[in-house]
């Protein structure tokens, strides 16, 4: 008959592999989680004052268990002696071996012919002799590793030493990697990562080839935990055809209202470029100091206060242009900035047309908010950024609306100063003030109107010296009035399904008038935006579906399955105009349409129609089709009249469980050129993955081969 006990002292047993001190095992042993010993015989010795458990023994414990044919534990060594089929599970780690010899007190010991299972890193680690050096330490002599599951691994790297450090890297001497039984590679030396959280040290690299552009591209970064609340990354990249370039990342979090990033880099090109299209052509056959550098910080200093700056600066106009593949922006491009570490608001690459660099601060009351900012422009059109008009400082005081003496009015306003500049042209003060007034009524229950009618006033002072037709200092004055009416109707339609239960149709039409006077508009400086001047009505109307979605927890939510918005202008002074030509007040008609009625589809339209020639002005089109395999197809088409025309696909197939293909293509219509297309094939198994990766751009070529080994990161040839 097997015995079964509830043994507190044979708790630091399980100290083994778990690296719980004796005080902690005991702790949980007592009151909540006891130990509970099985085996064929238990028994205790006092000449040596130890434990023993034969005969398939069996020690249970929260969180995992023993296995052994017997186990000895003598309390005065501190020594637990496990023998013949050793298994200890604790969580999901777990350590096998035919013999065991531990030292509770120091926690080291030694397994023959045994392994291990990491689980955080998914490593499985095999040796003739496997010593436990420290709680974190461990030495392997004749060992192996790998992260594939099964008895015959479709990888594993071999060595005659081999010494892991969990939650660190681990060291290989005279080692093979092995495709297989297949010994391909012979490692002299080798160090990896066995890492959970973040740790000092080299970074995996990346290597690519581009034909074009930079020729062969290797990249080996450095990663340095400063301390726990600030870390750096520091790039070492070297570009065949022009030179090695330097950067480094810094982040540091000194509060959850108070972080930043700072990343800069720097190269001296050596590439000699000749290019003479235009204004923004360029002949370079010198080496040229150029580089980049992005600061982003956010501090929350009390209750409504608080400060944000973005700053970029680029060292031409042609950085993005020649480094817009493997760059810092675009791999931390962040159109939302919701991730902490990830907002860069812009777009990496050859399309972006200017930079803005801001530094705002801001103050929240319950019924005000004041605003002070500064912008600097860097326009990559212009040949010259001293043409570029600055404005900054700007402050913007504005109060909203609220009840005006507890009447049915209600006030809103917005104060404001700008100092506008440009190197080589005009330059001024300007004051800004718009108070308005509204008055919501409801008519019936049905029906919601809201007139408003403000003031915009502003007044100018120039400080340049030019001798312009602009006068020295002027104001501006003008009102501005308008009506909304509109109202909602709807109807709720019970489907009976039970994922989507009901259906509610809701039809919003809306009708507006607005009119704001002429405001003097002669000899005001070039600084001055012309002031709005129009008396127009504008209509249109909202139709969408909304469902009522049942998960299959029970939970309830509510998905807009369609929405369609269609709406106009009509111009009034157009209409009353008593000069020649053909008269036409009506405006191009807005056409909306986002439609995603199931979980894997969605279609987004976005059309101008010119009602008086009877042409399209402007047409957008999204569609999204997935599946829950991983197939996805994108399709997209931008088009403006006279100025755009392009065509986006990006197509994603999973041939099967492990191999899939995927293909992009960027087509610029209006010009005939291909901007991108890249095709790409990848295999994925469990414990690797390979991915060959062919892109043709207008400026440069590009294949890739990237292979990777789960638990060791990824590599590009």
Avoid at 46 to 51: E, I, L, N, R, V
Avoid at 335 to 360: A, H, I, W
């Amino acid at each position: 008959m097997r015995r079964s006990a509830v043994f507190s002292s044979l708790t630091i047993v399980l100290l083994l592999c778990l690296g719980i001190s004796p005080l902690q095992a005991f702790e949980k042993a007592l009151p909540g989680g006891p130990v509970e010993i099985e085996a064929d015989a238990i028994a205790y010795n006092g000449a040596d004052d130890s434990f023993q458990a034969t005969g398939k023994a069996l020690i249970t414990f929260a969180g995992g268990y023993l296995k052994a044919d017997s186990v000895i534990f003598t309390r005065p060594a501190n020594l637990a002696h496990a023998v013949g089929n050793v298994e200890l599970r604790n969580d999901d780690d777990i350590l096998k071996g035919d013999e065991v010899l531990f030292n509770t007190v120091s926690r080291t010991g030694t397994v023959k012919d045994g392994g291990m299972f990491v689980a955080a890193n998914h490593i499985y680690i095999q040796g003739r002799l496997l010593e436990k050096k420290t709680e974190a330490n461990y030495r392997l002599e004749n060992g192996s590793f790998t992260s594939c599951d099964g008895s015959c691994p479709d990888w594993r790297i071999t060595g005659k030493e081999l010494d892991v450090v969990v939650d660190g890297y681990g060291t290989l001497k005279q080692g093979r990697f092995l495709i297989g039984d297949v010994p391909i590679l012979y490692l002299p030396w080798l160090i990896f990562p066995v890492k959970t959280t973040r740790q000092t040290g080299f970074l995996f690299p990346r290597f690519s080839y581009s034909l074009d552009n930079n020729g062969l591209d290797v990249e080996v970064p450095f990663f340095w935990a400063v301390s726990e609340s600030v870390d750096a990354t520091f790039y070492q990249r070297y570009l065949e055809k022009r030179g090695f370039k330097e950067g480094m990342e810094l982040r540091y979090f000194i509060s959850p209202d108070s972080s930043g990033v700072f990343y800069g880099d720097f190269i001296r090109d050596r590439k000699r470029i000749a290019e003479t299209a235009g204004e923004s052509g360029r002949a370079w056959q010198d080496d040229r100091n150029r580089w980049s550098y992005y600061f982003n910080h956010e501090a929350v200093f009390a209750t409504g206060l608080n400060i944000r700056a973005d700053i970029n600066r680029v060292s031409d106009h042609w950085y993005f242009r020649d480094f817009s593949t493997f760059n810092y922006y675009a791999e931390n491009y962040s159109p939302t900035g919701e991730k902490q570490f990830k907002r860069v608001s812009f777009p990496g690459d050859e399309s972006l047309g200017y930079l803005n660099s801001t530094v705002r601060a801001a103050k929240d009351w319950p019924l005000y908010n004041l605003t002070a900012l500064v912008r600097y422009t860097d326009d990559f059109s212009s040949p010259d950024n001293g043409l570029t008009l600055q404005k900054y400082p700007e402050a913007v005081l504005t109060g909203f609306r609220r009840p005006l003496f507890d009447s049915m009015l209600q006030l809103e306003f917005a104060g404001g100063y700008d100092y506008f500049f440009s190197q080589e042209g005009q330059k001024g003060h300007l004051w800004e003030l718009s108070p308005t007034l509204f008055l919501p009524v409801n008519i019936g229950n049905y029906l919601k109107m809201t007139s408003w009618t403000g003031f915009r006033g502003d007044a100018w002072d120039r400080s340049d010296s030019l001798t312009a037709l602009a006068d020295k200092s002027g104001q501006r004055g003008g009102l501005a009035m308008g009506t909304i009416l509109s109202t909602e109707l709807g109807r709720v339609y019970d489907t009976g399904g039970q994922t989507l239960e009901k259906i509610r149709h809701i039809i919003k039409p809306e009708i507006a008038y607005t009119y704001a006077t002429g405001q003097a508009e002669e000899n005001i400086p070039d600084f001055l935006e012309r002031a709005a001047d129009y008396h127009n009505v504008r209509y249109g109307i909202v139709s969408s579906l909304v469902g009522r979605m049942r998960a299959k927890d029970g939970k309830i939510g509510y998905q807009e399955l369609m929405r369609l918005k269609a709406s106009q202008a009509y111009d009034i002074r157009e209409a009353r105009r008593d000069e020649g030509g053909e008269k036409r007040p009506f405006g191009a008609i807005d056409l909306e349409l986002d439609l995603s009625p199931v979980r894997y589809f969605s279609l987004a339209t976005r059309n101008k129609v010119d009602v008086n020639s009877g042409t399209m002005l402007q047409n957008n089109y999204d569609l999204t089709l997935s599946d829950n395999r991983g197939d996805s197809l994108s399709a997209g088409y931008r088009y403006s009249r006279d100025t755009l025309e392009e065509i986006n696909l990006s197509v994603r197939a999973k041939l099967s469980s492990m191999l899939g293909i995927y293909y992009l293509i960027r087509q610029n219509q209006r010009d005939r050129r291909t901007v991108e297309s890249t095709a790409g094939l990848r295999y994925q198994k469990q414990c690797w993955a390979a991915e060959l990766t062919v892109s043709d751009r207008y400026n440069d070529r590009n294949v890739m081969v990237y292979f990777s080994l789960l638990g060791l990161g990824g590599a590009i040839d």
